[in-house]
């Protein structure tokens, strides 16, 4: 059974910075995160396989952060220089569909946390 928990949303204005963790079990090799906005689909965000190659959506290079602890089963995400457009709740995911790639735009998941809502103000 797969159980995941994010935590470390909040609000913060433009150009501020997060991080979120996400614990769980149930992953597999690739782990991720995704988001969803209000009133839009939800969008991969990142993700990374057990060898450590990550993957980002366009609109997050350079800006946020995957990685996972030691023992896997903690996944992170350093948000900095945080814009309006960050704004969703993001979810982390698990339970990873592995014929599928290990890339922010492929990656399937079957399980899905409760989310942590990111608020940035401009």
């Known amino acids: 059974q797969v159980y995941l928990e994010e935590s470390g949303g909040g609000s913060v204005q433009a150009g501020g910075s997060l991080i979120l963790s996400c614990e769980g079990t149930?992953?597999?090799?690739?782990m991720g995160w995704f988001r969803q906005a209000p009133e839009k689909a939800r969008e991969g965000v990142a993700v990374i396989n057990s060898a450590g190659k990550v993957s980002y959506a366009e609109s997050v290079k350079g800006r946020f952060t995957i990685s996972r602890g030691n023992a896997n089963n903690t996944l992170y995400l350093q948000m900095n220089n945080l814009e309006p457009d960050d704004t969703a709740v993001y979810y982390c995911?698990?339970?990873?569909?592995?014929?599928?790639?290990?890339?922010?735009?492929?990656?399937?998941?079957?399980?899905w946390g409760q989310g942590t809502r990111v608020t940035v103000s401009s």
């Open positions: 149930g992953r597999g090799s690739c």
């Open positions: 995911a698990g339970d990873y569909l592995a014929w599928t790639p290990c890339t922010v735009a492929a990656a399937k998941f079957g399980a």
